[in-house]
């Protein structure tokens, strides 16, 4: 029965969680079109009219709008998924479609959520573990919103990666502190931190930013830190780029990706290090037995 409480909390603080931050992905859209017009570059007229509400809220006016009349949302518009379905899709007020990305937000978050408390590799018994287990949840609603942002205009935002920094370097102190061995811990956190985001940071100074930008390289930090373990990190750079070659031949397969077009990476590298982070370990034991065995 326990079990079944924490699911469902998991469920709505997930999915809540994620309507927050597909919320935000649109108002740093908004902020980011309005700097750009200001700096005198060209920016998509439509979207820029449609976003531009957004743009100049304050914490006490910030409420969620309707993007076709502006009208403010009621607070049965807003119930994460439910709200969606109720409405099959379509704005109350205009009747328009609104798109699949607020739900694929909110039920991407809370099986996040989920998945992360099943497939946690350490038993969530002591507080240093929870803790990071509250961190890491904290952390990928974080991700989320580079995920979107990246995906949909190839943007990684600085503000959230340096946050993202602090984060990781909570998780991997509470990762050094739980250790038996503080001194090796240290070092495997370095190397992880050195193999992601050291590996993107040449590969930024080598470009001269024309393979990665520099947000890559602060997400490559970041996620090192969340990781904590250098074979993790491995992995996750390793599971990053078959999940990027396996999309982008989809991609070609289906003319959606065309040659020398710019795909962004960061989406294929977060989703490399959940799955480091969740099934790392039976992957690396999976490897050493069948390989090195």
């Not at 990305?101 to 350490?122: D, K």
């Not at 190839?154 to 340096?162: E, N």
């Amino acid at each position: 029965m326990n079990e079944v409480i924490i699911y469902i909390g998991l469920v709505l603080f997930g999915a809540a969680l994620g309507s927050f931050a597909g919320a935000q992905v649109w108002r740093l859209r908004a902020r980011q079109l309005v700097e750009e017009k200001k700096a005198g570059e060209k920016v998509d007229t439509k979207e820029y009219k449609r976003l531009l509400p957004l743009a100049d809220r304050t914490f006490k006016t910030d409420r969620s709008i309707d993007f076709d009349t502006g009208k403010q949302l009621l607070w049965y518009d807003m119930i994460p998924i439910v709200s969606w379905l109720m409405l099959r899709g379509k704005s109350r007020y205009s009747g328009k479609p609104i798109g699949y990305f607020e739900l694929l937000m909110e039920v991407g978050m809370a099986l996040f959520f989920v998945l992360s408390f099943v497939f946690w590799p350490q038993p969530l018994t002591g507080v240093l573990e929870v803790s990071k287990f509250i961190i890491w949840l904290g952390a990928g609603v974080l991700l989320s919103i580079q995920f979107a942002t990246d995906y949909k205009w190839s943007i990684l935002w600085s503000a959230i990666g340096y946050a993202l920094i602090g984060m990781g370097a909570i998780f991997a102190t509470l990762t050094v502190v739980s250790s038996a061995d503080v001194v090796a811990t240290i070092w495997s956190v370095v190397g992880s931190v050195g193999i992601l985001g050291g590996l993107y940071f040449v590969l930024y100074a080598v470009s001269r930013e024309r393979w990665v930008g520099f947000g890559d390289v602060i997400l490559g930090i970041a996620l090192g830190l969340l990781l904590a373990d250098w074979m993790l990190a491995l992995v996750a750079l390793f599971m990053a780029n078959l999940i990027g070659s396996i999309i982008v031949l989809i991609g070609f397969a289906t003319k959606k990706v065309t040659r020398g077009q710019h795909v962004p990476f960061g989406p294929f590298f977060i989703a490399g290090a959940i799955v480091a982070q969740l099934f790392g370990q039976a992957i690396i034991v999976w490897y050493m037995t069948y390989f090195l065995g």
